[in-house]
């Protein structure tokens, strides 16, 4: 069982960064692979990026690629996204999610937070 709580979202102006932040508890978190997904009003929910169970291995949809970067402690049973340059269409709730492998679907992933807003004004 992991719980997981996401922090770091806010209101940014385009151009700005967030580092958004996911705490999971329980002792097996780094026998899960973490993710990020995202949803905007009236959209479904949209993969953002992927953390293997070392932090080794990373995926990122093409709409985040090269602005955000993904990171682990899993000593600290913390997950990080840094995102850069946003933009207006980054707009959305941010989750995090745990799983034991890799999927860009959603349903695939076993645990979730209750999300963190994002906001970027133009």
């Known amino acids: 069982q992991v719980q997981l709580v996401e922090s770091g979202g806010g209101l940014v102006q385009a151009g700005g960064s967030l580092r958004l932040a996911c705490a999971a508890s329980?002792?097996?978190?780094?026998?899960?692979?973490m993710v990020w997904f995202r949803q905007a009003p009236g959209k479904e929910r949209e993969f953002v990026v992927y953390i293997s169970r070392s932090g080794g291995g990373t995926n990122y949809a093409d709409s985040v690629n090269g602005r955000s970067t993904i990171s682990r402690d899993n000593a600290k049973n913390m997950v990080y996204l840094q995102m850069n340059s946003l933009k207006p269409e980054d707009t959305a709730v941010y989750y995090c999610a745990a799983g034991p492998l890799y999927s860009v679907d959603a349903g695939k992933y076993d645990y979730w937070g209750q999300g963190t807003q994002v906001t970027v004004s133009s």
């Open positions: 329980g002792r097996t978190f780094s026998s899960y692979g």
